[in-house]
């Protein structure tokens, strides 16, 4: 079992910024990938950014390509994602997710791919 809790989440004036932060514990391994989606209401849950708990390699949505930064601590089993220039489309539940059996980064935009989920915490972009 993993468990996964986020948190950063709040609200932020459109341009602003916010760190989100998920924080992993029980059952942990140095291969997987962890990931941050986003739902907004009525909206399907959208992939944001995926990275790959050995070496660090990122990957994001087009979306947020140059606005968001995802990284990882090992020694405290967190992972963060840093959003910059955030615009109200951003708005969203906000879920960190653990892939521990990974598949190729072909996959890694499909809720499909993930095996745990943290509960998500709230992201507001006011205009």
């Known amino acids: 079992q993993v468990q996964l809790v986020e948190s950063g989440g709040g609200l932020v004036q459109a341009g602003g910024s916010l760190r989100l932060s998920c924080a992993a514990s029980g059952r942990t391994f140095s291969s997987y990938v962890m990931g941050w989606f986003r739902q907004a209401p009525g909206k399907e849950r959208e992939f944001v950014a995926a990275?790959?708990?050995?070496?660090?390699?990122?990957y994001y949505g087009d979306s947020v390509k140059g606005r968001f930064t995802i990284s990882r601590d090992n020694a405290k089993n967190t992972v963060y994602l840093q959003m910059n220039s955030l615009k109200p489309e951003d708005t969203g539940v906000y879920y960190c997710a653990a892939d521990l059996n990974y598949s190729g980064s072909y996959y890694l935009a499909s809720i499909k791919e993930y095996d745990y989920w943290g509960q998500g915490t709230q992201v507001t972009v006011s205009s």
């Open positions: 990275i790959r708990w050995s070496g660090g390699r990122t």
